[in-house]
């Protein structure tokens, strides 16, 4: 498979993972009239993302590579995971303090981006790398409000929590492995 096929193919979680890049860089510049541009961003990047999405169509059979798999199942989720995302983007435009805007709606994308790639995941380890995307930028989320300190609090307990639930699917999924013999 060309590598134009496989970009052509991955074209929304490259475009959420672009965005989530430059989110996360327009939210720390200094000049404050730049960071009215982040939630923008935000919005336009799962926009585009969803329109990649929608352009590519739904897939006539079945495409594996680079441990993922895309067929029909990966088109609806992909849609219905961008529009959902699109609701909270909008939902949560000024939810954050200016400051924080940049992290808050990049580990949303981020986040987002694990959905996608958890739907189309083919391969364990890949799948095990997609539900760490999911929820390492959730324990981010929880701990970005800096003077809280009952969020500080939740946030190292919600860390520990996921920690543990990591370490028990990775030893569920070495039993697989082990008795398989594959990862895919």
């Not at 590598?3 to 327009?26: K, Q, R």
């Not at 946030?155 to 594959?182: N, R």
């Amino acid at each position: 498979m060309s590598a134009g096929v496989i970009f052509s193919t991955l074209a929304p979680e490259l475009i959420l993972l672009i965005g989530a890049c430059a989110v996360l860089l327009v939210g720390a510049l200094r000049p404050n009239f730049l960071r009215t541009l982040v939630s923008p961003l935000a919005f336009v990047t799962v926009l585009a993302a969803l329109g990649a999405s929608v352009m590519q169509g739904e897939p006539k059979g079945t495409e594996a590579f680079l441990g993922l798999w895309f067929h029909s199942l990966t088109f609806y989720a992909r849609i219905v995971g961008l529009s959902v995302g699109a609701l909270i983007v909008l939902v949560n435009w000024r939810q954050a303090k200016e400051q924080e805007r940049g992290e808050y709606l990049s580990m949303i994308l981020f986040s987002l981006l694990g959905v996608l790639l958890t739907a189309s995941a083919n391969d364990l380890l890949v799948l095990f790398f997609a539900i760490e995307l999911v929820s390492i930028p959730t324990y981010v989320l929880i701990a970005l409000s800096r003077v809280d300190v009952r969020a500080s609090e939740a946030a190292v307990k919600y860390f520990f929590l996921g920690a543990l639930s990591a370490a028990i699917l990775a030893y569920g999924l070495s039993f697989l492995y082990g008795a398989m013999g594959t990862t895919t």
